[in-house]
């Protein structure tokens, strides 16, 4: 199946610092690519989707000026948490889906631990 | 209302056997996808099976089978002869709408535990 890359894998970083998480489709074109967290023991939340060459779309409750998303080139997208602080620690994890596909199938990354002390 | 449920948080099921695991969605679409995905304690979430609501037959992929019955809006997901390593969190997922780009929606998920 369809490559998708995280990085980091994990990250500890001090409150008020600001961490960026890549997302990288390594052998497709991902027109589109979304960012979910997820708390320990809980489902993924979508807090975003990301479209190459414009603005991601956030969802609701979900701070923009503190999640950054850029999302650049096709096979990259990035997530700045900014500014970050011990609630924001959780599990972050992107997907990718093709530019046309059959089975209409997400890939995800393998995630990033965020750890905020 | 949640859109994806899975009232099972946790199932045991011996190695060798077979195991269901439920799930019903809610949704007002005619056209929709639904996805389960395996999610070991590593976290990274492996795609397992996929199901489109047009789609006349259940979908099957290796010991991973989808009872799909659309009238009762439910999408379960079978794993036939269990092994040790299907131990893990499963978690039923649906794409609304025509889109094949859209985003997923989660189901809280279910913890498989496969004894030996």
């Known amino acids: 199946g369809a490559v998708v890359s995280q990085h980091p894998s994990r990250v500890i970083c001090k409150s008020g610092t600001s961490v960026k998480i890549e997302c990288r489709s390594l052998?497709?074109?991902?027109?589109?690519m979304f960012w979910y967290r997820q708390f320990p023991k809980q489902s993924l939340m979508l807090m975003a989707t990301?479209?190459?060459?414009?603005?991601?779309?956030?969802e609701q409750g979900v701070e923009k000026d503190k999640f950054l998303i850029n999302h650049a080139s096709l096979t990259l997208s990035t997530l700045t948490v900014t500014s970050a602080h011990p609630e924001d620690s959780s599990f972050y994890i992107c997907?990718?889906?093709?530019?046309?596909?059959?089975?209409?199938?997400?890939?995800f990354g393998p995630g990033t631990r965020l750890l905020v002390l | 209302a949640q859109k994806i449920t899975q009232t099972q948080p946790g199932m045991f099921v011996q190695e060798k056997e077979a195991v269901t695991l439920d799930c019903t969605y809610d949704t007002s679409d005619q056209s929709y996808g639904l996805f389960w995905y395996k999610q070991p304690s590593s976290g990274e979430m492996i795609f397992l099976i996929y199901q489109g609501s047009y789609d006349e037959q259940n979908a099957t992929e290796g010991r991973y089978s989808l009872n799909f019955q659309k009238a009762r809006k439910s999408a379960n997901l079978v794993i036939s002869a269990s092994q040790l390593g299907d131990s893990a969190m499963y978690f039923c997922a649906m794409r609304e709408g025509r889109r094949s780009q859209g985003n997923l929606i989660f189901g809280k998920g279910t913890k498989l535990s496969v004894k030996p």
């Open positions: 997907s990718a889906s093709y530019r046309e596909t059959i089975q209409e199938t997400q890939y």
């Open positions: 052998d497709f074109q991902a027109t589109t």
């Open positions: 990301s479209n190459e060459g414009s603005k991601a779309t956030y």
